[in-house]
C-alpha cells in the first residue's frame, strides 16, 4: 500500500442519475481548474489526475451539485483492482468495464473531451476485438482509468510524433 502525505482535497459531486455522490481526491491545481469550470457553467468534460492513481474525466453537464473539502493527512493511493481498465459510470448506474487495448487511442479520446470538442452526440466506440460498443458522451456520468495506462499512451504518441518528425 502507498501512501502520501499532504494536504489534500476533496471534489464531492452529486449527478443528476446516480442516487448517491462520488467523491474524488484531487490536489490543489486540479480542484482549482474544476472550481473554475463548475462555477462557470462550462458543460464539457472536466479531465484529471486525482491522488488515488487514477485520471478521471467528469462530464460536468451531468453534474447536478458539487462540494469541495480539503484535508491534512496521508491519502491511501492504493486503488482497486482494476488495473489494465477503463471503467465508465453511465446514467444506467453499472459501470462498464473496458480492457485498455490501445492506450494511445485512449489518450486522444481524453484531449478531444478535455478540449470540450465532444457535444451530445458524439459517440465513444470501444473495440474489444470482436466486439464494438458504443456510447453516446451524453450518456457518461465519469470515467475513471488507472494513471499508467495515460502515461503510457502519452509515451506511445510521443514516439509517433518522433518518428513523424524524422521521417519528415
Given at each position: 500500500?502507498?501512501?502520501?502525505?499532504?494536504?489534500?482535497?476533496?471534489?464531492?459531486?452529486?449527478?443528476?442519475?446516480?442516487?448517491?455522490?462520488?467523491?474524488?481526491?484531487?490536489?490543489?491545481?486540479?480542484?482549482?481548474?474544476?472550481?473554475h469550470?463548475?462555477?462557470?457553467?462550462?458543460?464539457?468534460?472536466?479531465?484529471?489526475?486525482?491522488?488515488?492513481?487514477?485520471?478521471?474525466?467528469?462530464?460536468?453537464?451531468?453534474?447536478e451539485?458539487?462540494?469541495?473539502?480539503?484535508?491534512?493527512?496521508?491519502?491511501?493511493?492504493?486503488?482497486?483492482?482494476?488495473?489494465?481498465?477503463?471503467?465508465?459510470?453511465?446514467?444506467?448506474?453499472?459501470?462498464?468495464?473496458?480492457?485498455?487495448?490501445?492506450?494511445?487511442?485512449?489518450?486522444?479520446?481524453?484531449?478531444?473531451?478535455?478540449?470540450?470538442?465532444?457535444?451530445?452526440?458524439?459517440?465513444?466506440?470501444?473495440?474489444q476485438?470482436?466486439?464494438?460498443?458504443?456510447?453516446?458522451?451524453?450518456?457518461?456520468?465519469?470515467?475513471?482509468?488507472?494513471?499508467?495506462?495515460?502515461?503510457?499512451?502519452?509515451?506511445?504518441?510521443?514516439?509517433?510524433?518522433?518518428?513523424?518528425?524524422?521521417?519528415?
Amino acid at each position: 500500500m502507498t501512501a502520501l502525505d499532504y494536504i489534500h482535497h476533496n471534489i464531492e459531486v452529486k449527478f443528476k442519475f446516480l442516487s448517491g455522490s462520488v467523491v474524488f481526491c484531487v490536489g490543489t491545481d486540479s480542484l482549482t481548474r474544476f472550481h473554475h469550470c463548475y462555477r462557470n457553467n462550462i458543460n464539457e468534460f472536466f479531465v484529471c489526475p486525482t491522488l488515488k492513481d487514477t485520471c478521471i474525466a467528469i462530464n460536468l453537464e451531468q453534474v447536478e451539485t458539487a462540494s469541495f473539502s480539503w484535508a491534512k493527512g496521508v491519502v491511501d493511493t492504493e486503488r482497486n483492482n482494476n488495473k489494465g481498465v477503463l471503467t465508465i459510470y453511465t446514467m444506467n448506474e453499472n459501470p462498464i468495464i473496458y480492457k485498455v487495448i490501445d492506450p494511445a487511442d485512449l489518450v486522444n479520446a481524453l484531449a478531444i473531451m478535455e478540449l470540450g470538442e465532444f457535444v451530445p452526440i458524439d459517440v465513444i466506440s470501444l473495440d474489444q476485438g470482436d466486439e464494438k460498443m458504443f456510447i453516446g458522451s451524453d450518456e457518461i456520468m465519469y470515467l475513471e482509468i488507472p494513471t499508467d495506462i495515460v502515461l503510457e499512451g502519452e509515451r506511445r504518441l510521443l514516439e509517433e510524433d518522433l518518428e513523424t518528425d524524422s521521417l519528415g
